[in-house]
């Protein structure tokens, strides 16, 4: 039981987030979603883990008492630069789905700065949790995008996309901020009731 509470806490927000995106896909990006629709899957799947584990917190559990660390590398003790090299693994994923799925971020410049800002995302939002936002996780999650745009176009090398890149940046932010509101306002007490049934 143990291990479908694990998985329903990492993928339960899936189960709202992702009807919603694979409509949102298959209306207004409807060639592209029936080539790549695993590749879309597998990448709002992982957006919903990555956002729980770095502890996005549900509307009613948000609270304002702000950490922050500003000098990089201040602590390089042996646990923090274990938590380093979990942030550059945490956003490997996100620099690899983003060339697989969308024309835009064949150039690794877009991607890194799309990895930069989710990054940055990220550390706003610890604000309004207990964790700190810290510069170094800043700069971790970039290198970890770079690392998965690496072996993106490792995976790519002599395949072609044939869609353009018409509105592909609208398109992630959307994919991506229907996950995130679905985090933020339903997923908690969403599974608090699935939660209570299966322990009933």
Known sequence: MSIVMHFLDLFGGALVSLPLVMIFAFVFDKER????????????????????IVGV??????????????????????SNIMGMILNIVMLVPFGFFLPVYFSRYQK??????????MSFLIEVI????????????LLMNTLGTAIGFAFAKIFLQHRKHANKEHRDLLKLVVINSVVLVVIIFIRYPMMASIYACILD
Do not use: C, E, H
Request: charged share 10%; proline share 5%.
């Open 33 to 52: 979603a029936q080539k790549k629709w695993l590749w879309l899957i597998l990448y709002v799947l992982y957006l919903n883990a990555m956002l729980i």
């Open 57 to 78: 917190p549900g509307f009613s559990y948000i609270t304002w008492q702000p950490m922050i660390n500003l000098i990089p590398f201040q602590d390089l003790s042996l």
């Open 108 to 117: 690794w410049y877009d991607t890194l700065a799309a990895g930069l800002l």
């Open 126 to 137: 610890q604000l309004f949790t207990f964790r700190a936002s810290d510069i170094d996780d």
